[in-house]
Nanobody, 124 residues
């Protein structure tokens, strides 16, 4: 079992930056691939970025490439999502998730554990 808690969301203006954090409870955090997803009301949850257990492999969806960066600190049981040049269309609830696929994955169905989410709102 992995329990995940996100933090760092908030209200920002277009062009601003924000860093989300997701801290995991449990001693096996480093054995999981991790991902960030987002969801707006009425739409399916979509992938944003993913990272392998070691942090050596990362994945991004096209809409955030060059703006967002995923990273992890296994000593702190934490995964981060640095979001730069934010746009109003980035507004969503952001979720982190853990997968037993150590290489990480963007596919939502690959994930076994989910956090409760943190709201990010970008005003124009």
């Amino acid at each position: 079992q992995v329990q995940l808690v996100e933090s760092g969301g908030g209200l920002v203006q277009a062009g601003d930056s924000l860093r989300l954090s997701c801290t995991a409870a449990g001693r096996t955090f480093s054995s999981y691939g991790m991902g960030w997803f987002r969801q707006v009301p009425g739409k399916e949850r979509e992938s944003v970025a993913a990272i392998s257990w070691s942090g050596g492999i990362t994945y991004y969806v096209d809409s955030v490439k060059g703006r967002f960066a995923i990273s992890r600190d296994n000593a702190k049981n934490t995964v981060y999502l640095q979001m730069n040049s934010l746009k109003p269309e980035d507004t969503a609830v952001y979720y982190c998730a853990a997968t037993r696929l150590q290489g990480g994955a963007l596919r939502r169905g690959s994930y076994n554990y989910w956090g409760q989410g943190t709201q990010v709102t970008v005003s124009s």
